[in-house]
């Protein structure tokens, strides 16, 4: 099992195929809202390493692997949104959550989209998307941080849809 990151610890989830790990911090129960953070194609849960550590202790903060990444990369690959959809429903009902709120960046924006979309009917707040500017991106790291979304503005728009 890897390393831990910061305070946190990383589970086991069993999917359709196999398992793959998924990194908890705070606590997780019924009773709490977790914050899901679901990472880009190119990036595994550990992306999330830096975010995670600006949530208060006692929120559970969860960031599974999806399918094809980090410690997923041995589960047969999605051919498509419904499975990385699936794999996060069985996530939540391992760990008995049955309240979230769903954070994605790139690919994972589009798997928490695709969420919203089938589960309407029971979100507690709107969907808020957190994206980069409408704009190319500069070389320079300056201009690219003004054109990315930065940790602050996924923490501000998790807090705006927590405070709902």
């Known amino acids: 099992m890897p390393g831990r990151l910061d305070d946190g610890r990383f589970i086991e ?17 019924t009773s709490t809202t977790a914050v899901v953070l679901l990472h880009d194609r190119a990036t595994n849960a550990r992306s999330w390493e830096l975010v995670m550590r600006r949530f208060p202790a006692d929120l559970a903060v969860i960031a599974p692997d999806l399918r094809g990444r980090g410690s997923a990369w041995r589960l047969p690959p999605s051919v498509g949104l419904a499975n990385h959809v699936a794999d996060l429903d069985v996530l939540l009902e391992q760990l008995d959550i049955d309240h ?31 994206a980069g500017a409408f704009s190319s991106i500069p070389f320079a790291d300056p201009l690219e941080k003004a054109v990315l979304p930065q940790d602050d503005d996924i923490l501000a728009a998790a807090r705006e849809v927590l405070a709902f």
């Open 13 to 29: 989830v069993r999917l359709d195929g196999g398992e793959a790990l998924a990194f908890v911090r705070g606590p997780v129960n």
């Open 100 to 130: 979230a709120i769903v954070v994605g960046h790139g690919f994972g924006a589009e798997v928490a989209a695709q969420i919203s979309d089938r589960a309407f009917g029971y979100l507690d707040a709107p969907v808020k998307r957190v």
